[in-house]
T-cell receptor, first 114, second 114 residues
Framework: AQSVTQLGSHVSVSEGALVLLRCNYSSSVPPYLFWYVQYPNQGLQLLLKYTTGATLVKGINGFEAEFKKSETSFHLTKPSAHMSDAAEYFCAVSDPGGSYIPTFGRGTSLIVHP | DTAVSQTPKYLVTQMGNDKSIKCEQNLGHDTMYWYKQDSKKFLKIMFSYNNKELIINETVPNRFSPKSPDKAHLNLHINSLELGDSAVYFC?????????????FGQGTRLTVV
């Protein structure tokens, strides 16, 4: 069965600082990986995804993530945080060899200080 | 033009009542889902339908019954509502079974049972 672990339920950064949100997955086959963002009182919006090919994936709003098979990780980064980045971030995995239903991590709340 | 729309956005009701949440997608997707997000933001899959057929039915009380009249609609009916049913319910859709793409989410329905 596939699973996702997001380290840190809350991450706090200063505006302009590097953002690093951690995601580790468990899957019996090479997975498809996703990062979603949820702003207050809204649904989830896709930031970026990894399926196959290049392991460094660029997404919207300046975010990127790198798939590292050896570390079973898919950490999300952004060089410089903006106040508007404050939101809940979810890592998700879909297993091409089994259930294709996305399984979500527990989420990380990003807090951005002025 | 909203891709995945849910109604109502807010729902406040008394214990024991029966209520429904409607969901429609105009993306032409074959697969639709219902997720429950609890107070700690954890997203848990409840049901998945592919072309109007139930694919996944996670451990959900029988009081919850999904209905898919056509592949663009997936409604959720809840009988005998309990306090513990209070949560945000998200409808989502994706391209189809066997084709792993991102899920598109509705804005959510915040259900409060009093």
């Amino acid at each position: 069965a596939q699973s996702v672990t997001q380290l840190g339920s809350h991450v706090s950064v200063s505006e302009g600082a590097l953002v690093l949100l951690r995601c580790n997955y468990s899957s019996s086959v090479p997975p498809y990986l996703f990062w979603y963002v949820q702003y207050p009182n809204q649904g989830l919006q896709l930031l970026l995804k990894y399926t196959t090919g290049a392991t460094l994936v660029k997404g919207i709003n300046g975010f990127e993530a790198e798939f590292k098979k050896s570390e079973t990780s898919f950490h999300l980064t952004k060089p410089s945080a903006h106040m508007s980045d404050a939101a809940e971030y979810f890592c998700a995995v879909s297993d091409p060899g089994g259930s294709y239903i996305p399984t979500f991590g527990r989420g990380t709340s990003l807090i951005v200080h002025p | 033009d909203t891709a995945v729309s849910q109604t109502p956005k807010y729902l406040v009701t008394q214990m024991g009542n029966d209520k429904s949440i409607k969901c429609e997608q105009n993306l032409g997707h074959d697969t639709m889902y219902w997720y429950k997000q609890d107070s700690k933001k954890f997203l848990k899959i409840m049901f998945s339908y592919n072309n109007k057929e139930l694919i996944i039915n996670e451990t959900v009380p029988n009081r919850f019954s999904p209905k898919s009249p056509d592949k663009a609609h997936l409604n959720l009916h809840i009988n005998s509502l309990e306090l513990g049913d209070s949560a945000v319910y998200f409808c989502a859709s994706s391209q189809g079974q066997g084709v792993i793409t991102e899920a598109f989410f509705g804005q959510g329905t915040r259900l409060t049972v009093v």
